[in-house]
C-alpha cells in the first residue's frame, strides 16, 4: 500500500496525517517531510498513525530521529491513532514507553496543550 | 533440501526484490500462510521478520539495487520455516550487534526484529550471496 501525506494545521499545532505502509521504500519520503514540517524550534507537531497497516525498521527508525530532534528543539511530538499492527512494532522495541502515543488526535492535542483541544 | 522430514506443504518464490514485486509476493504468500492456519497477527510478524531480511539483501547485497531473491516456504507439522535467499555481495546478519532497547538512535533494529519475531535465525552456507532460513513453531505462537 503506497504511502500518502496530508498536512494541516490546528492553532499552534502541525498535524500530519499518514495512510500507507512505512517502510524502506516509503520512510525517505516521510523523513523528508517531517525534517520540513521540524524547520523552526519548538514545533507541536501530531501525526496521526490510523490508516498505517505496516511498518518496519526503517520506518521506527525515522520516528526515533524525528523524536531526538523535536526533544533538540525544544518541540513536543505526539503519535496518535496507532493500528494494533504498528503499535505492536513500537512494543517489541520498548518505544511505546518513550513516545507520547495518543488514542486519537483530541487527546493528543490536549496533551499538547493546545486551543484545538476541544475539537 | 536439508530436512528428510516431508513439508505438509512447501512454495518456492523467485522474484527481484523491487517494491511492487516484494507486494505481490506478501499477496500470494498470505495465502500460503493463511491456507496454514496462521494467525492475522502471526501474518503480519513473518511479514516483518522476512521484510527486514529481504531488505538486508537490497541495502547491503546488492548495493541498494534491485536483485534477484529466492524464498522456500515450509510447512511442516510443528513448525514453518522460510528460507530466504539472495545472490549478491556476502553480508552476515548473525554479527549486527543489538541495539539498546528501547532505541537510542535509529537503526540495528531490523535484524533485532527478525530476532525477537522467530524461533530460530541460522545463516545457511552458500559459495556465493546470503542464505538465512528463519524458524517459528507452531506450538510457540505467543513470543
Redesign the interface.
Known amino acids: 500500500m503506497a504511502m500518502k501525506l496530508q498536512q494541516r494545521q490546528k492553532a499552534d499545532v502541525k498535524i500530519l496525517e499518514v495512510s500507507g505502509d512505512i517502510d524502506f521504500y516509503s520512510s525517505p519520503d516521510l523523513r523528508k517531510t517531517l525534517h520540513k514540517l521540524l524547520e523552526k524550534e519548538k514545533t507541536k507537531l501530531l501525526i496521526n498513525l490510523k490508516k498505517v497497516p505496516y511498518i518496519d525498521s526503517s520506518g521506527l527508525a525515522t520516528f526515533v530521529e524525528l523524536l531526538q530532534k523535536t526533544r533538540a528543539q525544544k518541540g513536543s511530538l505526539i503519535l496518535a491513532e496507532l493500528t494494533e499492527t504498528v503499535k505492536g512494532v513500537f512494543q517489541i522495541a520498548k518505544l511505546d514507553s518513550i513516545f507520547q502515543l495518543a488514542s486519537s488526535d483530541e487527546e493528543g492535542l490536549s496533551w499538547l496543550g493546545s486551543s484545538t483541544a476541544s475539537l | 533440501m536439508g530436512s528428510k522430514e516431508k513439508p505438509i506443504a512447501e512454495k518456492n518464490f523467485e522474484f527481484i526484490a523491487t ?1 511492487d514485486e516484494i507486494e505481490q509476493f506478501w499477496v500470494r504468500m498470505n495465502f500460503f500462510l493463511q491456507e496454514a492456519g496462521v494467525s492475522v ?1 502471526e501474518q ?1 510478524n513473518f ?2 521478520a522476512i ?2 531480511v529481504l ?1 538486508n539483501s ?2 547491503h547485497s546488492y548495493k541498494g539495487k534491485p536483485g534477484p531473491v529466492k524464498i522456500i516456504f515450509f510447512n511442516y507439522k510443528d513448525r514453518l520455516e522460510f528460507w530466504i535467499r539472495d545472490f549478491g555481495i556476502p553480508f552476515d546478519l548473525m554479527k549486527v550487534p543489538d541495539p539498546d ?7 540495528g ?2 535484524v ?2 527478525v530476532k ?2 522467530m524461533d530460530e535465525v541460522m545463516p545457511i552456507e552458500e559459495a556465493e550471496g546470503n542464505h538465512m532460513k528463519l524458524v517459528k513453531y507452531k506450538k510457540n505462537k505467543e513470543k
Do not use: A, D, M, N
Not at chain 2, 532497547?101 to 537503526?107: A, F, L
Open positions: 517494491k497477527k503480519s511479514r516483518l521484510s527486514e531488505t537490497v541495502r532497547i528501547p532505541p537510542t538512535k535509529p537503526g533494529l531490523g533485532f526484529f525477537q519475531l
